[in-house]
């Protein structure tokens, strides 16, 4: 894609690589797939996968799940440059699952596994959060979202957001976790036009994304390996994921880990 929505732009170059565990599409798109009904909400392709071993990677203190559905992805396998000490690329996760099925079985996923595995990753995978959480609903950094959001709007006293509608209501794990604070600072900018904002058409209901993210790991010099970019569904064939993943390119400055970070700005 050249973009994802008006506000999402490529970050070098002139395309950027998505993968959806849905259609990787844009509203209006001349392939919009009208099958999916709302837009891309729920392509229930019924498509069974096998995991890597490790995964679906499960959440501390969180209901997870073996399963997984509509899964797809890129492998490639590349040499370093003989002046490398490793390489970075930059991605963006969207899902239709924020916030309704945070610390749920339902818990898409996102990796990029790497052979042979590099120190610090884990099971191979190296786009992971500070706190060994995968790239998922339940990862630090989802802060493309929308604070209003009311969820059905029928708790009473009612609630301000999807995140206390469905905590307050049985959804997730006991104890639902903890709210970020701040909530949604991102807003949802980064939403409009990807068909991730108000995704059923009620004003009340949105899916949610990460900022921009840099992922960072270690290679030698002339090392041939392969990385798979892949994303799925857990546990149902629902409430699809997308990724964005776009400005692959070495490192050749020492120290470089495993390791996934904000993009600097």
Same mark, same amino acid.
């Given at each position: 894609?050249?973009?994802?929505?008006?506000?999402?732009?490529?970050?070098?170059?002139?395309r950027m690589l998505a993968l959806s565990s849905g259609h990787s599409r844009r509203p209006g798109d001349p392939d919009d797939p009208a099958s999916c009904s709302p837009w891309a909400y729920?392509?229930?392709?019924?498509?069974?996968?096998?995991?890597?071993?490790?995964?679906?990677?499960?959440?501390?203190?969180?209901?997870?799940?073996?399963?997984?559905?509509?899964?797809?992805?890129?492998?490639?396998?590349?040499?370093?440059?003989?002046?490398?000490t490793g390489y970075q690329f930059f991605f963006k996760f969207y899902t239709f699952e924020f916030a309704e099925w945070v610390c749920t079985p339902f818990n898409d996923q996102f990796i990029a596994l790497v052979s042979p595995e590099p120190?610090?990753?884990?099971?191979?995978?190296?786009?992971?959060?500070?706190?060994?959480?995968?790239?998922?609903?339940?990862i630090a950094f989802f802060d493309v979202c929308d604070t209003n959001n009311t969820?059905? /709007?029928?708790? #009473? =006293? *009612?609630?301000?957001?999807?995140?206390?509608? +469905?905590?307050?209501? /049985?959804?997730? #794990? =006991? *104890?639902?976790?903890?709210?970020?604070?701040? +909530?949604c600072p991102a807003g949802t900018n980064e939403l409009v036009g990807t068909g991730f904002l108000d995704a059923f058409g009620s004003g009340?209901?949105?899916?949610?994304?990460?900022?921009?993210?840099?992922?960072?790991?270690?290679?030698?010099?002339?090392?041939?390996?392969?990385i798979r970019f892949a994303v799925?569904?857990?546990?149902?064939?629902?409430?699809?994921?997308?990724?964005?993943i776009d400005g692959f390119q070495w490192v050749a400055t020492p120290g470089t880990a495993v390791g996934t970070i904000p993009k600097p700005r």
């Open positions: 894609m050249d973009h994802f929505g008006p506000n999402v732009p490529v970050q070098v170059g002139e729920s392509c229930d392709l019924a498509l069974p996968g096998t995991a890597p071993p490790g995964f679906p990677q499960d959440v501390p203190d969180c209901d997870g799940s073996n399963v997984i559905n509509d899964d797809v992805g890129l492998e490639v396998t590349l040499r370093a440059p003989t002046n490398a120190q610090g990753s884990m099971n191979g995978n190296i786009s992971f959060d500070s706190g060994g959480n995968p790239v998922s609903v339940n969820g059905t /709007g029928n708790d #009473s =006293p *009612p609630v301000q957001n999807d995140w206390a509608y +469905y905590c307050n209501n /049985g959804f997730g #794990s =006991p *104890p639902c976790p903890a709210q970020p604070n701040p +909530y009340l209901e949105d899916g949610g994304a990460t900022v921009w993210l840099q992922t960072t790991a270690p290679i030698g010099p002339g090392e041939e390996f392969t799925w569904d857990t546990d149902d064939t629902w409430f699809d994921s997308t990724v964005l």
